[in-house]
């Protein structure tokens, strides 16, 4: 084997030991002895984990992009292709790339939460932001003061990472071609018919002059709302400190990498006394995390089921979706990031039983209530996108603890949802 060979086969190794233990928990031992090599031979080919990390995870994703990014500004500037078709090759290049490397990002994203948001902030965004400002007039037609770019690139973002991500946790393969076609006549046709396209300034303007009341909460915040209700029953109290400092523990640790001890200490409690509350951590992590997603989940798709009986405007119905559950990511983003990734056998099980059920219930009326399933949109498309979409929008404002203004950015997703591209001239007068 040639070393450039024994490179690829270590990087290779690298990969599955990445998605297996997460960034953090991977040790350079585990990807020796899976690349079938002594730990001082690994140090022969590379300088450090971190080294091997970029090269496993950089690497692909620059890759990816780079071809994007070329294939699609060529495509553009050909007057025999059309607009449609310069964004169905954008999509079909973008999904193929993240689903092949869907694992790695997932476990890059969630498996340990502080270095995954700094993965997010310091190298996915930026990188993919980059490549989506240089491509936005080839895939829309329109300038590219007509969008805000952070949040049309979180946006592209988490389209395809919604429909990989639900593809891995659905254990279910994806027909890339046929995918992105049918994501490419969603975005492609606009809904607005005449009411026509206003700037983001303008957008933002008209957000302030009909603001909605922005809740930001958290389930920290309804377990003080209980406290607050419960003076009288210290045991209560208790159990609720417990949970918040639990969640709280999770959040920064995960499920793996959080210790009793330390959940303990964020309680103010012995380890012992934590174990009058929870007979293990798994029980704790169960009351801190999965049960206020449940509770969370249901709401929300009981909550769009309403809307969906009250509003008979297709574009008025996209933007409360989008408004409800961008206010649901921001608060569960995080939470259902850890539940979901941080490990993949238990988050599948979790997926398959309390979160699926919901969403699929959610794809329906979204694609009924527009009109996508009548163009032969599969609602679980319809719903990866949507759902993707708004929970990376969602997730960027969590990371940065920024102050979030929902009715611009509803604004701004339910335009990207709506608002279609514009065709070259060329084809459009044929």
Not at 27 to 49: D, N, P
Not at 126 to 131: A, E, G, L, S
Request: charged share 30%.
């Amino acid at each position: 084997m040639s070393a450039a060979e024994r490179r690829e086969q270590i990087i290779a190794a690298a990969r599955d030991v990445f998605v297996e233990q997460g960034v953090t928990g991977a040790r350079s031992r585990q990807i020796a002895e899976r690349a079938g090599i002594t730990e001082a031979y690994l140090y022969r080919h590379f300088h450090s984990k971190d080294e091997l990390y970029r090269l496993a995870v950089d690497a692909p994703l620059k890759t990816m992009l780079d071809q994007v990014e070329t294939e699609v500004n060529r495509l553009a500037e050909r007057e025999d292709v059309s607009r449609t078709e310069v964004l169905f090759h954008c999509h079909s290049l973008l999904l193929g790339s993240t689903v092949q490397i869907a694992p790695l990002l997932a476990a890059a994203m969630f498996s340990d939460p502080e270095p995954g948001r700094e993965f997010y902030l310091d190298n996915l965004l930026p990188t993919f932001r980059t490549v989506v400002e240089s491509i936005i007039p080839a895939i829309t037609g329109w300038p590219l003061k007509a969008f805000e770019v952070d949040v049309f690139a979180q946006s592209l973002l988490g389209v395809h990472l919604g429909i990989a991500f639900d593809a891995l946790l659905d254990e279910t393969s994806i027909d890339v071609s046929n995918v992105a076609r049918q994501v490419t006549v969603m975005f492609a046709q606009s809904m607005l018919v005449d009411r026509g396209r206003t700037s983001p300034k303008a957008r933002r303007s008209d957000a302030s002059t009909r603001r909605e009341g922005v809740r930001r909460s958290s389930p920290k915040g309804e377990l003080e709302q209980q406290t607050a209700t419960r003076k009288r029953l210290p045991a209560a109290e208790r159990r609720v400190k417990i949970i918040e400092a639990a969640r709280d523990a999770f959040l920064h640790d995960s499920m793996n990498g959080a210790r009793t001890k330390d959940i303990a200490d964020r309680a103010g409690v012995t380890e012992a006394f934590l174990y009058r509350y929870f007979d293990s951590k798994d029980a704790m992590y169960e009351a801190a995390v999965l049960d206020p997603l449940r509770d969370a989940i249901a709401a929300l798709a009981d909550d769009l089921t309403a809307v969906n009986d009250e509003i008979d405007d297709p574009i008025e119905f996209v933007r409360q979706v989008h408004r409800r559950c961008l206010e649901y990511f921001v608060n569960y983003g995080r939470l259902q990031s850890i539940a979901l990734f941080a490990e993949i056998g238990s988050g599948r099980e979790f997926y398959a039983k309390s979160v699926r059920p919901h969403l699929d219930r959610l794809g329906e009326l979204l694609a009924k209530h527009t009109g996508w399933d009548v163009r032969g949109i599969d609602p679980v498309v319809v719903r990866r996108c949507a759902l993707g979409a708004q929970f990376v929008v969602g997730l960027d404002h969590d990371f940065r603890q920024d102050a979030i203004d929902l009715d611009f950015l509803t604004n701004e997703l339910t335009m990207l949802f709506t608002g279609g591209i514009k065709e070259k001239p060329a084809v459009a007068n044929r």
